[in-house]
Nanobody, 117 residues
Framework: QVQLVESGGGLVQAGGSLRLSCATS????????MGWYRQAPGKQRELVAA???????NHADSVKGRFTISRDNAKNTVNLQMNSLKLEDTAIYYC???????????WGQGTQVTVSS
């Protein structure tokens, strides 16, 4: 059974920073595009950022310049550094490992990020 274990969520004031991490097995991590999605109450799940196995990245326009996705191949971990957090960043953040739109998708259990004023 594939497991993605997330950590790092919490409560932070607007303008603050948080770092999310997601760990999985080497066999999955080494061949997957890793991503972070989020889902706010009453909204659809949306892509926040993704990074390919080769290190190519993609960030949603709403987080460009504030969030940075990275992968630590030695630890089989993907990280999301979130700076200058805004109220609208409040959501449950999910880690994803996938092999493309027609391949597999594995999800983490989600971690709550709450930004307060």
């Amino acid at each position: 059974q594939v497991q993605l274990v997330e950590s790092g969520g919490g409560l932070v004031q607007a303008g603050g920073s948080l770092r999310l991490s997601c760990a999985t097995s080497k066999s999955i991590f080494s061949r997957s595009t890793m991503g972070w999605y989020r889902q706010a109450p009453g909204k659809q799940r949306e892509l926040v950022a993704a990074i390919t196995s080769g290190g190519g990245t993609n960030h949603a326009d709403s987080v460009k310049g504030r969030f940075t996705i990275s992968r630590d191949n030695a630890k089989n971990t993907v990280n999301l550094q979130m700076n200058s957090l805004k109220l609208e960043d409040t959501a449950i953040y999910y880690c994803d490992a996938n092999s493309g739109p027609f391949g597999y998708h594995y999800w983490g259990q989600g971690t709550q990020v709450t930004v307060s004023s």
